[in-house]
């Protein structure tokens, strides 16, 4: 089973908007991870954020992560149409290694 | 550097065969995953290696499921006696220590067709 889940599952926007998603999974984690991917190939790593860190930046990515409501956001400022991917986030928690992800948001930004 | 690389990148075959999927992680990394998608649904885990032995297997869907990685690097999955149901992208990732929630890093997937 899943325990990632993002919300909502697809997102259209016009280029120049700002694209937020959302993410929320069920126990406690040691992390929580963002990926893209594009055409159903390899997912490309966006943004890691650890269990203690409540907000995390990386150029138009900002990150948050609320453990209290087990939820994480991710909000992409200015998109623009190469943006346009599913968009996933992962879980790891306890003593696994391996990531969960959820089902993804699809964001379509249209020029 | 260069990434992960997977290969083939697309491999159609007949129900009843036998596959064999190759991962090469990012060179130095010791943990090595291996992950499958399907259409409209993210990745789900199959297993975990840390170096030549699988430290998670949990994720492996049954028997006919198997994966190797014989010198610590390149990995290979091998599914027998293939389902229709098996058809799906088989993503690799690798991460340098396997600590607890490191970064993965993904290759472009094998698109897998069981006709």
């Known amino acids: 089973s899943q325990q990632g889940e993002e919300d909502p599952q697809a997102l259209s926007i016009q280029e120049g908007e700002n694209a937020t998603m959302n993410c929320s999974y069920k126990?406690?984690?040691?992390?929580l991870q963002w990926y893209r991917q594009n055409s159903g190939r390899g997912l490309v790593h966006l943004i890691l954020?650890?269990?203690?860190?409540r907000e995390k930046h990386s150029g138009r990515l900002r990150v948050t992560l609320d453990t209290s409501k087990k939820s994480s956001s991710l909000l992409i400022t200015a998109s623009r149409a190469a943006d346009t991917a599913s968009y996933f986030c992962a879980v790891s928690g306890g003593s696994n290694y391996k990531l969960t992800f959820g089902k993804g948001t699809l964001l379509t930004v249209n020029p | 550097g260069a990434g992960v690389s997977q290969t083939p990148s697309n491999k159609v075959t007949e129900k009843g065969k036998y596959v064999e999927l190759r991962c090469d992680p990012i060179s130095g990394h010791t943990a090595l995953y291996w992950y499958r998608q399907s259409l409209g649904q993210g990745p789900e885990f199959l297993i975990y290696?840390?170096?030549?032995?699988?430290?998670?297997d949990s994720g492996l869907p049954n028997d006919r499921f198997f994966a190797v990685r014989p010198e610590g690097s390149v990995s290979t999955l091998k599914i027998q006696r293939t389902e229709r149901g098996d058809s799906a992208v088989y993503l690799c990732?690798?991460?340098?220590?396997?600590?607890?929630?490191?970064?993965?890093?993904f290759g472009p997937g094998t698109r897998l067709l069981v006709l």
């Open positions: 290696f840390q170096g030549t032995g699988a430290a998670d």
């Open positions: 954020i650890r269990s203690n860190e």
């Open positions: 126990t406690s984690i040691n992390n």
């Open positions: 990732a690798s991460s340098s220590g396997g600590s607890l929630g490191e970064t993965q890093y």
